[in-house]
Every structure is written in C-alpha cells, then in structure tokens.
C-alpha cells in the first residue's frame, strides 16, 4: 500500500489499510458474479474508482441490454450514469481475474463456481456476498478452500427494468476467509477505497 498519497485526489493522506490511486488502477479486473441489482450497484462503484470491472452474467433481457447499451444506475439523489464494462456468459470471452465477487442466488452456486474457476488467476479469490447457506461449500468444492471468501452487506440495491439499478441504501461489508490462514487485507482496503467512510468494510 502507497503511503503519503492523495486518496482519490481530494488532498486527503491515505490511511493505513487502504489503496492508493495508483494501486486501485492496477488492480482488477474483478469480476461480478451475477450482475443484477446488488451485482450492478458493485460494479459502477468500483468502475467509477477505476477499477477494471467485468461481469459474469446469464443471458436474458438485462443481459442483452447491458451488453448493448450498458448499465444504468440510479444514485440516492436520483442522478443517472451509464456504465460499460465487459459482459458475457463465457468466462472465455473474460481476463483473468484475481478477484471474483459473487452475487447469484444460492441455488445457483454450484452451478457458477467451475464458471468462477475459468474466470480467476492462478492464486486469485472467490468472495460470496450472496445471501443463503452452503455458498462457501459449493464454491470451496471447486476452487478449495483457500481461494474461498464469504461475506455479508446491508447495503441495498433494486433493478427496477432491464439493464436499470438504483440505489437501495447504504450500509456495512463484512468479510472473512473459509481458510483463516488465507490474507484478505487488500481486497478489504480495496473496498474502502473505492466506497470511501460512509461505506465501512470489516475483515
């Protein structure tokens, strides 16, 4: 981590446990597991941050409209942008990542992990943000333990028709790896890097 740095150019210092700009750049691509609404709200935050972002999605009418035209999100104070990012159903079609971030529901866990496999790099990490039990389990059946992550968040997120997200609500990420040897403190601070105070990330 960059110390004595300008946290994202507001003249800020960086604390400890967070990235600096150039870090937060260089990381990625992390892919999105499930790009509806919590999925979607993850990828804009983290591509407004510059984080290179791609996502892993079934194919359907948001699908399609995603891919065409890009997501739309809707902020809390109802302001509109349009976000592009690389989209498939084939994790052939994306790089390599060293993070995945899953958000599907977990009846389709099992599923999308050898899809996952494809997507990681070589020691990259799954983390489930997904609600529901055995996610971990199904997940650590393909990739191993070691390359597993669960987490919870309470911030909210709707998608109100194809390829539209709005805002739900703010709230706390918390993480932990299924193997407690496994290190997770840069996918943390990047986290808090790209949401910043009002969006606290425990490990």
């Given at each position: 981590?960059?110390?004595?740095?300008?946290?994202?150019?507001?003249?800020?210092?960086?604390?400890?446990?967070?990235?600096?700009?150039?870090?937060?750049?260089?990381?990625?691509?992390?892919?999105?597991?499930?790009?509806?609404?919590?999925?979607?709200?993850?990828?804009?935050?983290?591509?407004?941050?510059?984080?290179?972002?791609?996502?892993?999605?079934?194919?359907?009418?948001?699908?399609?409209?995603?891919?065409?035209?890009?997501?739309?999100?809707?902020?809390?104070?109802?302001?509109e942008?349009?976000?592009?990012?690389?989209?498939?159903?084939?994790?052939?079609?994306?790089?390599?990542?060293?993070l995945?971030?899953?958000?599907?529901?977990?009846?389709q866990?099992?599923?999308?992990?050898?899809?996952?496999?494809?997507?990681?790099?070589?020691d990259?990490?799954?983390?489930?943000?997904?609600?529901?039990?055995?996610?971990?389990?199904?997940?650590?059946?393909?990739?191993?333990?070691?390359?597993?992550?669960?987490?919870?968040?309470?911030?909210?997120?709707?998608?109100?028709?194809?390829?539209?997200?709005?805002?739900?609500?703010?709230?706390?990420?918390?993480?932990?790896?299924?193997?407690?040897?496994?290190?997770?403190?840069?996918?943390?601070?990047?986290?808090?890097?790209?949401?910043?105070?009002?969006?606290?990330?425990?490990?």
């Amino acid at each position: 981590m960059c110390p004595n740095q300008d946290r994202n150019g507001r003249g800020e210092s960086v604390s400890e446990g967070v990235l600096c700009r150039e870090e937060v750049e260089a990381f990625g691509p992390v892919t999105i597991v499930g790009c509806g609404a919590l999925g979607g709200r993850f990828a804009v935050s983290l591509a407004a941050a510059g984080v290179r972002v791609q996502a892993l999605q079934r194919r359907g009418e948001h699908f399609d409209v995603c891919r065409e035209r890009g997501l739309l999100y809707v902020d809390a104070r109802g302001e509109e942008c349009r976000v592009r990012f690389p989209l498939s159903d084939d994790p052939g079609e994306l790089a390599e990542s060293p993070l995945a971030v899953v958000f599907v529901k977990s009846g389709q866990t099992g599923e999308v992990a050898p899809l996952v496999a494809r997507c990681l790099t070589r020691d990259g990490i799954v983390l489930s943000l997904q609600n529901g039990l055995g996610n971990g389990e199904a997940l650590a059946q393909v990739l191993g333990e070691e390359r597993v992550a669960l987490g919870v968040t309470t911030c909210g997120a709707r998608r109100s028709a194809p390829g539209v997200v709005h805002w739900g609500g703010d709230g706390v990420t918390r993480m932990a790896p299924l193997r407690p040897s496994r290190d997770l403190s840069r996918i943390a601070a990047l986290f808090r890097e790209v949401y910043g105070d009002g969006y606290p990330v425990k490990v």
